[in-house]
């Protein structure tokens, strides 16, 4: 199984851990696993002992980095879910929405509600996009993700870590912050009439 496809899964999984479905948000457990996490937002993986479980419990082997260096895998899949603990704080509902929908550039896509908010909110994405590290790119994903959770809108966390993965290979890096733009620009299909506006062309 290619990495990236183990990364989105296992994330699936823990998430699925925290909370089953918008009924089980609600419980304490899910309240505090959420709780710990958010803790996390900005942190590097394993600065905080308590989060160990929440992120490592049930990692397959070949995700796990060695020697108290985290992997790539462990790092996207750390980053994905504290910024999905982040994005739930004060929603009944499940925030995490698997579907190209939903992926990180036509989520961001949708806090733009006119022409003036464009530019403004397309600089705040590309500034993250040119992040030159995990560490940078995730302070400036939190900034995005708050945006999101403001609005009501859900975004695909397994897709999320899975680019986060793909994000610290230089070789890589590249071919991510392009589908963003890409997905960011992409025609969007008007619910309430059926047809398809071009937006950003």
Do not use: C
Not at 1 to 26: F, N, P, W
Not at 127 to 133: L, V
């Amino acid at each position: 199984m290619a990495k990236e496809i183990e990364v989105g899964k296992y994330v699936r999984l823990q998430i699925a851990y925290i909370a089953k479905d918008d009924s089980t948000l609600g419980q304490s457990g899910a309240k505090a696993r959420l709780a710990q996490l958010r803790r996390g937002v900005g942190k590097e993986p394993g600065e905080l002992p308590e989060l160990w479980g929440i992120f490592l419990m049930n990692m397959p082997e070949g995700l796990m980095g060695k020697n108290g260096r985290p992997s790539y895998a462990e790092r996207a899949i750390y980053t994905a879910l504290t910024l999905f603990a982040f994005h739930q704080q004060g929603h009944a509902n499940l925030m995490n929405a698997e579907g190209e929908e939903n992926r990180l550039g036509r989520a961001v896509r949708k806090l733009v509600k006119n022409g003036e908010e464009e530019e403004n909110i397309r600089l705040k994405f590309s500034i993250a996009a040119k992040s030159d590290d995990m560490a940078e790119l995730s302070y400036h994903l939190k900034t995005m993700v708050k945006l999101l959770a403001d609005s009501d809108i859900k975004l695909d966390y397994v897709d999320l870590a899975k680019d986060l993965y793909w994000f610290q290979f230089d070789e890589y890096a590249d071919r991510v912050r392009l589908k963003w733009g890409q997905d960011f620009y992409r025609k969007i299909k008007q619910e309430e009439n059926g047809e398809e506006e071009n937006d950003g062309k």
